[in-house]
């Protein structure tokens, strides 16, 4: 589905369609998309495979931990370096259970200063 | 023949005390730059280039390639101790390193990396110095033809690295080639995929992408999975080490490998004298060879040292292959090279084929400066490698969130702003549906960075060759990489793969 969805809309649609020319444009973008449609094919009706999927706590805990870095990243331009990495520091170490004020610190405070220091006056970096 | 004493006068020349410092200095900061996944040694390189104004051009440019060296090593660190490869390179090394640090012996882990990735710097370095002019001439005799058919190779050898599942691994290339169409087309300069996005004109960022599936997806991983732990289930330090002597490496454990590192430091070698291929080529492709030609290749991915020598050796051998073509052609490799190439001439040093008959006393103090390097990776990596010990026995809770950190903030410097960062999270959960459905992340990695150079390469050979491919008789080593490639297939192929272990 997903090689006859390029094939059909994906590429026509933003890549240049040009013919007589080797490699043209289009050529590696179709190569992909005839490689899915023909190995899906095959994997539909001639390959049997087993998938472990995980948990349903698993997933949900990884996909808001990738939902709490894209929030924090999006907040970079907005709030600044320091702030967001704290709180996503933070947030993180609320969702894994972190409850030793010591390493609390390292992780929360500790790091997201050490790491500014480091590339704005180590590297001379400047952080958003 | 260049005069005895000249060489002898540069070789001395790299044994002062400032030029020692400044050796030293560059194995650290190549080393700690190196291991910390998102940063990139072009980056530390770009940096400290004006650092180096006010030095003397040995100085300079041996604390510059000092850098160079100190990164191979320590971007195996991370991708050893936390699997999250500090440079793209490392992330074979990580394939075995990561098994046989879960098992206790991280500390051995390390050890091979670090000794057989000097071994393979040592060896290419001493190709350079020997061999380098006459080997230039071969390595330019790759031209677009040599090249496009070095890449049907390369991507025959890949099989070995799309896991037990030929027709998913398959899958992963084809991703592969298409996410490597994104940006400009080398043959019309028309956009690709790039949505009206002027920032993805140069296409996705490897390090963006590599560093997410790999690193970030695994820090993701971690973290759902201490966050899924029940209540009270003591948190365990992020990596343990068992007794001291499980940590040792014998000469006579290093002496069993050395065909493999011997094989990785030619593949190594080869690779980086060619211009435009690199490190993460070499590694996967010494890698993939290894395990595709042992006979017991489902020993692969379980804590082979076969492995980590495989990978260390060779992307470490690409760093004084590099210099081939720049010391005797002026021609850069590598990006890494080309920033040398601006170092030279700000000290006034114009890098070519008169070279070591203009500049013969720096460029034998260069080679000797190399040499002490070597030396130098080597003694601080053993203290990097107990600092690194010591770091990962803090909790997990802690490594991870802080490596993510790191991975946030390197980026956003190495893949140029908020879009590589951007990309970073969304490859890292693409990364981890691969994982889940048996999609060989490595092997669409590899397909990632080979595709542009094989579009390029097909697009010069048409270009030369008017579309009559039957010119490719007129190219000898062609021809021969071609029927590398036949062999490679049958030899190579599926014969070989058996129950062996998913990448």
Known sequence: ?128 | MPDISIMITGLLDAFTLGNLFYIVLGVMIGQIVGAIPGLSILMALAIAIPLTYSLDTLAAVSFLISINKGGTVGGAVPAILLNTPGTPESAATALDGYPMAKKGQGGKAMKYSLYYSVFGDVSSDIVLITVSAPLALVALKMGPIEIMTLMFLAFTVIAGLVGSSMTKGLISVALGFLLASVGIDPAMGSARFTFGNIELFDGLPLAALAVGMLAVSEIFIQIASYASRQSGDEVESAQQFLDAKSQQVTFAELWAHRVVAFRAFVIGTVIGAIPGLGSTTAGFLSYSITKQSAKDPEAFGTGDPRGIAASEAANSAVVGANLIPLLTLGIPGNIAAALLVSAFIIHGVQPGPLLFERQGELIYGLFGAMLIANVANLVVGQFGMRLWAFVVTAPATIVYPAALLLCITGMYFAAGGMLGIVIMLVAAVLGYFMRIFGYSVIAFIVAFVLTPQLERSINQTMLLTQGDLTDLIHHPIALALLVMSVAAVFYLGPKKRGATAGA
């Open chain 1, 1 to 128: 589905m997903f090689g006859s969805f390029l094939l059909l809309y994906a590429i026509p649609a933003n890549v240049k369609m040009v013919e007589g020319v080797v490699p043209y444009p289009a050529m590696f973008p179709q190569i992909a998309a005839w490689l899915f449609v023909g190995l899906g094919l095959v994997q539909i009706f001639f390959v049997k495979s087993e998938v472990e999927i995980p948990g349903a706590r698993q997933l949900l805990n990884f996909g808001l931990a990738a939902f709490l870095t894209l929030v924090a990243l999006l907040s970079l331009g907005a709030f600044g370096y320091l702030p967001v990495t704290i709180l996503l520091m933070a947030a993180i170490a609320w969702m894994v259970r972190e409850r030793r004020p010591v390493w609390l610190a390292t992780v929360i405070i500790g790091m997201p200063v050490g790491t500014w220091l480091f590339f704005e006056y180590v590297l001379q970096r400047a952080l958003p």
